[in-house]
């Protein structure tokens, strides 16, 4: 839910000339990828009708343009980096 209620702070920030248009490009970028995964999509799915229809357009335009990810293991992949760390700070 946080991601949605940052991106339509930045939407809208970016409609009011609050936010250039660098900016806005990061943020789009950022919400891409939050859209390749499964979960933010779900989750977006399930609430985006209690948004505006323009920020509805905005996001739906986002996640289409989105690929889902495969799901990875953050964990597993966390402890593999600190393993390869580890091994660089020994040699």
Request: hydrophobic letters at 45%; a negative charge.
């Given at each position: 839910?946080?991601h ?62 989105a ?25």
């Open positions: 839910m946080a949605i209620s940052h991106a339509e702070d930045s939407f809208y920030q970016h409609q009011d000339g609050l936010l250039n248009d660098a900016a806005f490009e990061t943020f789009v970028g950022a919400l891409k990828g939050w859209f390749r995964s499964s979960g933010i999509r779900a989750v977006w799915k399930g609430i985006r009708n209690a948004y505006p229809r323009d920020f509805v357009e905005f996001m739906d335009k986002a996640c289409a343009e690929r889902i990810a495969q799901p990875i293991d953050t964990l597993a992949q966390w402890e593999a980096d600190i393993a390869a760390e580890k091994v660089l700070a020994s040699a």
